[in-house]
Nanobody, 124 residues
Framework: QVQLVESGGGLVQAGGSLSLACAAS????????MGWFRQAPGKKREFVARSSWNGGSMFYADSVKGRFTISRDNAKNTVYLQMNSLKPEDTSVYYC?????????????????WGQGTQVTVSS
């Protein structure tokens, strides 16, 4: 089992920045590919970004490429999502997730463990 706890959400104006963190406990953190997803009201949960086990390979959704950066610190069992140039359409609940697959796709069913989510609201 892996327990994931997100933090860092909040309210920010358009164009601003927020940094999310996800702390993991339980099984060996570096064994997992870590990802971020988001879900806006009335919409399906969508992929945002993922990081390989050592942070050497990252993949982003087109909607956030160039604005968001995923990183991880295996010594602290934590994965981060730095969000810059935020837009109102980035408003969502953001979830971190852990996958035992080496290269999971962008579907949420490929991830094994989930955090409870943190709200990000971007005002116009």
């Amino acid at each position: 089992q892996v327990q994931l706890v997100e933090s860092g959400g909040g309210l920010v104006q358009a164009g601003g920045s927020l940094s999310l963190a996800c702390a993991a406990s339980g099984r060996t953190f570096e064994a997992y590919t870590m990802g971020w997803f988001r879900q806006a009201p009335g919409k399906k949960r969508e992929f945002v970004a993922r990081s390989s086990w050592n942070g050497g390979s990252m993949f982003y959704a087109d909607s956030v490429k160039g604005r968001f950066t995923i990183s991880r610190d295996n010594a602290k069992n934590t994965v981060y999502l730095q969000m810059n140039s935020l837009k109102p359409e980035d408003t969502s609940v953001y979830y971190c997730a852990a996958a035992s697959k080496v290269e999971p796709g962008t579907s949420d069913y490929e991830y094994n463990y989930w955090g409870q989510g943190t709200q990000v609201t971007v005002s116009s």
